[in-house]
């Protein structure tokens, strides 16, 4: 339902590539790259053609989330083929770099790696591309908020406090470079003990949908913290992909319809 994103100010678009989406979080930790891929998928069931970029340059972890190794070919030495698995296109430093090397990077190297990542690569034709941004309010979301034309940005986050506070002040920097918010997600939003079905609710429950209601932003849904989620996760083959009949795949697909 996202309005396609205007070329407009400085903002260059990407040719071919109908709607950039972000997927954001305050904190690091609350599950924003697992939903990210499992809401980039999401999307590719029900039918559309999806990139997913991992904008996180010093914690990149979408190669292994969808079970992707090897290194990106550039056939005319300019442009890179982005790596495909599950039916879509995904992009990541970590395709470059051994996984346990760092990116000791300033800001603007990191700001240079983002924009080559999004405009040197082959990504048309896309009708989204999702970016898994790296946590917090730095260089890298201001980046994709400033210079490029998102469509909007959907905010991760768990029902705990701290997370929250960290969660609507992604809210509000997204806001401050009119950038639409699509909606909070909470993910880990409570857990359903396998044996005896007793429901915790470990980091608190309720708090995003709270939240979404305050800041006046949509409430896109909840994710329960599940083993299967993380075992697919790290098994390279997102559960959306894995179990698509579990009601886990289904909520998130009920998200993607929604954003
Ligand atoms: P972030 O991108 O916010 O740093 P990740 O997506 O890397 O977070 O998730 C952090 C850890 O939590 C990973 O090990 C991931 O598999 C796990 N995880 C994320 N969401 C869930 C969930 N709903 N249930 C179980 N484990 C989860």
Redesign the pocket.
């Known amino acids: 339902h996202a309005a396609p994103g205007q070329p407009t100010g400085g903002k260059q678009g990407l040719s071919g590539v109908t709607h950039i989406i972000a997927v954001a979080?305050g904190?690091?930790?609350?599950?924003?790259?697992?939903?990210?891929?499992n809401l980039a998928l999401a999307m590719s069931a029900l039918g559309h053609k999806v990139g997913l970029l991992d904008a996180?340059i010093y914690?990149p972890?979408q190669p292994r989330?969808m079970g992707i190794s090897g290194k990106p070919q550039s056939p005319d030495g300019k442009r890179l083929n982005p790596m495909e698995n599950h039916g879509i296109k995904v992009m990541s430093i970590g395709f470059m770099v051994a996984e346990d090397t760092p990116m000791i990077w300033r800001g603007p190297m990191v700001m240079g790696a983002l924009t080559q990542l999004l405009r040197d690569v082959n990504w048309a034709p896309l009708d989204v591309l999702v970016c898994?941004l790296p946590?917090g309010t730095g260089d890298a979301q201001l980046t994709m908020a400033q210079n490029v034309p998102l469509s909007g940005a959907v905010i991760?986050s768990t029902p705990q406090d701290i997370a929250l506070i960290d969660a609507k002040k992604g809210l509000n920097m997204f806001r401050k470079v009119d950038v639409p918010v699509l909606g909070i997600i909470e993910?880990?939003?409570y857990f359903c003990c396998p044996n005896c079905g007793h429901r915790s609710e470990i980091f608190a429950h309720g708090g995003a949908q709270r939240e979404a209601e305050r800041g006046g932003v949509d409430f896109l849904g909840e994710?329960?913290?599940?083993?299967?989620?993380?075992?697919t996760?790290?098994g390279g083959r997102p559960i959306v992909v894995s179990d698509p009949q579990s009601p886990?795949a289904a909520a998130y697909r009920d998200m993607a319809q929604r954003i």
């Open positions: 979080s904190k690091g930790g609350v599950g924003k790259s697992t939903t990210a891929a996180d914690g972890s989330l898994d946590p991760v993910n880990m939003s994710i329960p913290l599940d083993i299967a989620i993380r075992e996760s790290d886990h």
